[in-house]
């Protein structure tokens, strides 16, 4: 069984960092993209980042460009994402997923963790 399980929320004043973890179990996800959403109060989940299978390539929402860092470790299957400079506005669920390739659309993706929460406060 698919399992995706996120570590590493919490809360953080204004201008902080955080580094989120995914750890994925049941496959090997080495060939697989890996992703995060968040969903913030109200609104729908948006996309936030993601990294093709080997690493080298990312592709970030405009919002956290040059705030945020995608990585993974595919030895230990599992992917990270270092939030720095956060805002009131980063504030929501962080949702880690697993697909074929990176996209930006939630459809697009197979598997997806629970969540973790990410509070920002000024």
């Known amino acids: 069984q698919v399992q995706l399980v996120e570590s590493g929320g919490g809360l953080v004043q204004a201008g902080g960092s955080l580094r989120l973890s995914c750890a994925a179990s049941g496959r090997t996800f080495s060939n697989y993209a890996m992703g995060w959403f968040r969903q913030a109060p109200g609104k729908e989940r948006e996309f936030v980042a993601a990294i093709g299978w080997s690493g080298s390539t990312t592709y970030y929402a405009e919002s956290v460009k040059g705030r945020f860092t995608i990585s993974r470790d595919n030895d230990k299957n599992t992917s990270y994402l270092q939030m720095n400079s956060l805002k009131l506005e980063d504030t929501g669920v962080y949702y880690c997923?697993?697909?074929?390739?990176?996209?930006?659309?939630?459809?697009?993706?197979?598997?997806w963790g629970q969540g973790t929460q990410v509070t920002v406060s000024s």
């Open positions: 997923t697993v697909g074929p390739r990176i996209r930006t659309r939630e459809y697009e993706y197979d598997y």
